[in-house]
T-cell receptor, first 117, second 112 residues
């Protein structure tokens, strides 16, 4: 079956611009996570959705970052006024049921490589 | 605050060797621990998930162990192959939201 997909695979933008990154989770997965991975580092948690609601957004670095999941499936990570330090690979993951399934395996997408010039 | 450390950062072995990758974490109150593989420019592939009540999990040539009390996990790879070359990441789930805290990874090179 289809895995987690992310678009675009690469995004180059200029400092100060707005970007949107999209994640399509595995069908039926209610839990969705966004992570950010800088070069040579492990991924860092950004935000977790259970269904349509953001249950934990403690990893968002500042108010320039925002994410939505309006219908409980596709999610969009939005970054306003991008800065060079936002350059990283943004990874999305989904799992079957985060509410009772904190023990569930997370399945990751291929990521979006964001470069801010 | 949970912190995850992986040692070594890089490892190079000849084909056929058995090897062990190490992961340590500072807070033993975890729900589970996962090992992932990441190939260059790719996303993460889940290898093994160990629940907090378990001591080990096995999949093919891979065996992962968990010692919560000491805050340690190991990933054992038997009879390594060049195709095993990748970065291996350890992650712990220690919150009730399922978020994972990752180590920095061990980059493995298996030479033919």
């Amino acid at each position: 079956g289809a895995g987690v997909s992310q678009t675009p695979s690469n995004k180059v933008t200029e400092k100060g611009k707005y970007v949107e990154l999209r994640c399509d989770p595995i069908s039926g997965h209610t839990a969705l996570y966004w992570y950010r991975q800088s070069l040579g580092q492990g991924p860092e948690f950004l935000i977790y959705f259970q269904g349509t609601g953001a249950a934990d957004d403690s990893g968002l670095p500042n108010d320039r970052f925002f994410a939505v999941r309006p219908e409980g499936s596709v999610s969009t990570l939005k970054i306003q006024r991008t800065e060079r330090g936002d350059s990283a690979v943004y990874l999305c993951a989904s799992s079957l049921d985060g509410a009772s399934g904190i023990t569930d395996t997370q399945y990751f997408g291929p990521g979006t490589r964001l470069t801010v010039l | 605050k949970q912190e995850v450390t992986q040692i070594p950062a890089a490892l190079s072995v000849p084909e056929g060797e058995n090897l062990v990758l190490n992961c340590s974490f500072t807070d033993s109150a975890i729900y589970n621990l996962q090992w992932f593989r990441q190939d260059p420019g790719k996303g993460l592939t889940s290898l093994l998930l160990i629940q907090s009540s378990q001591r080990e999990q096995t999949s093919g040539r891979l065996n992962a162990s968990l010692d919560k009390s000491s805050g340690r996990s190991t990933l054992y790879i038997a009879a390594s192959q060049p195709g095993d070359s990748a970065t291996y990441l350890c992650a712990v789930c220690s919150g009730n939201t399922g978020k994972l805290i990752f180590g920095q990874g061990t980059t493995l090179q298996v030479k033919p």
